[in-house]
C-alpha cells in the first residue's frame, strides 16, 4: 500500500519531518490497515479554510467504513452508531434531515473532520492507538487555534482533554457527552451543536455551513 505525501498547507508541521518517517515505515510493515486515504480530512480541509474542528477517536475498524474524516461513512451508506445519533441531533436542531452518512460537504466548507488517530487495524478498535498519531493531532489542534478564531466541537472527554491546553480566547468550544449509542442522552442530545457554530459564524459576518450537504 502507498504511503501518502503530506498534505501541502500542512506540511510544515514538525510532525512529518520528524515522526512520520518512521510511522510510515511501520505502517509498511504491518499491513491490513485502513484507510487507505489517511490525510483526506487534511486534504479535503487545508490548514487556511479551517472554520469548524470535529475531533472524532478511532477510524471505523468495521471493513471497508473508514474514509478519512472523522464520523463519516462511504457515499449510498446508511448512518449508524454515532453518526446516526450526531444526524438525529442535527434533525432535531435545524430540520435538517440527511440519510447519506457520507460527510464530505462538510470537509469541503471548512469542517475539519479530524480522528485523534488517523489508522486503524481492520477489525481491531484502537489498535494503532500511541503509534504517534497523537502528536500531529496535537499539532493540528495547536496550529488551527493560532491561526484565529474557530469553532471547536467536542464530543466526549477524549476530545476535551485532547483540546484541553488550546487557547480559549476568540474560538468556540461546544462542549457535550459523545454521540454513542452509549453516552449520546448524558448531554449529547439536545446540546444544538449546528445551530450554535451558525449563529457564531453569523456574528462574525461569515456564511453559515450547510450542514444539509
Not at 510510515?24 to 479554510?49: C, M, V
Not at 485523534?116 to 500531529?136: C, D, I, N, Y
Request: hydrophobic share 40%; glycine share 8%.
Amino acid at each position: 500500500m502507498g504511503l501518502p505525501a503530506p498534505p501541502a498547507s500542512w506540511a510544515d508541521l514538525p510532525f512529518f519531518s520528524r515522526d512520520w518517517p518512521a510511522l510510515a515505515a511501520r505502517l509498511t510493515d504491518n499491513p491490513g490497515w485502513q484507510p487507505a486515504a489517511i490525510f483526506r480530512a487534511l486534504d479535503l480541509t487545508p490548514r487556511e479554510k479551517v472554520r469548524v474542528v470535529i475531533l472524532g477517536q478511532d477510524p471505523y475498524h468495521t471493513p471497508g467504513r473508514a474514509t478519512g474524516l472523522a464520523f463519516s461513512f462511504p457515499p449510498g451508506e446508511p448512518a449508524r452508531d454515532s453518526l446516526r445519533n450526531i444526524l438525529t441531533e442535527l434533525r432535531s436542531d435545524l430540520g435538517v434531515d440527511r440519510k447519506d452518512g457520507d460527510l464530505t460537504g462538510w470537509a469541503r466548507q471548512g469542517v475539519l473532520l479530524l480522528n485523534s488517530v488517523l489508522t486503524v487495524p481492520v477489525g481491531q478498535a484502537f489498535g494503532h492507538k500511541r503509534w504517534g498519531w497523537e502528536a500531529l493531532v496535537s499539532q493540528i489542534l495547536m496550529a488551527t487555534a493560532e491561526d484565529g478564531p474557530r469553532a471547536f466541537l467536542l464530543w466526549g472527554r477524549p476530545a476535551q482533554a485532547a483540546c484541553a491546553r488550546l487557547p480559549r480566547a476568540r474560538h468556540l468550544f461546544i462542549e457535550s457527552a459523545h454521540p454513542s449509542p452509549l453516552s449520546a442522552h448524558r448531554g449529547f442530545f439536545g446540546s444544538r451543536p449546528f445551530s450554535r457554530v451558525n449563529d457564531w459564524l453569523a456574528t462574525r459576518e461569515e456564511p453559515p455551513i450547510d450542514w444539509s450537504v
